[in-house]
């Protein structure tokens, strides 16, 4: 197998495991992922979160971010304001269960991730590198010749 293949396979394996250990961790916090992720951006936000903020950083879709922010409002733990009726250009704060939810869930899977990158000496390299990569990969598939015939499936 040539080494470019080989390390491709290697890297999407590191990085499924990768996904796998935030799907599990928020498993355990008794959470979806994408609450976890919701909750985690406000907690991570230093200023207003909007919805449009947490779809564009999270890459969920947006359907997907509206029905687990609908979940979140109707079990009472965080609620949208603003006088628009854009419901993207609302602000979502949590409300007191919400930030107690999110003490006991998120906020402790940011120290974990704090404390495994404190150990982690090479952390600045290996984002340096990984922000490298992306780059080069978002060119890799911009360059892609579009349609093989076939319909998107």
């Known amino acids: 197998m040539p080494r470019a293949e080989r390390l491709v396979r290697d890297f999407n394996a590191i ?17 979806s992922d994408t609450v976890f992720w919701i909750l985690y951006m406000i907690r991570e936000a230093e200023g207003p979160v909007f919805q449009r903020d947490i779809i564009g950083l999270s890459f ?24 628009t009726s854009d419901r993207r250009c609302k602000q979502i704060a949590l409300t007191e269960k ?25 952390a ?8 490298r990569y992306n780059g080069l990969l978002k060119d890799a598939f911009a360059k892609m010749e579009g349609g093989s015939g076939s319909e998107q499936l």
């Open 98 to 122: 919400g930030e107690s939810l999110a003490q006991r869930t998120v906020d402790r899977a940011i120290a974990a991730e704090g404390r495994a990158m404190a150990e982690f000496e090479d």
């Open 60 to 83: 969920l879709p947006p359907q997907t971010v509206n029905s687990a922010l609908k979940k979140l409002q109707s079990d009472g733990f965080a609620e949208l304001r603003g006088n």
């Open 15 to 31: 990085f499924k495991e990768n996904d796998k250990i935030y799907r599990d961790a928020a498993r355990r916090l008794g959470l």
């Open 124 to 131: 600045d390299i290996f984002l340096r590198l990984f922000e």
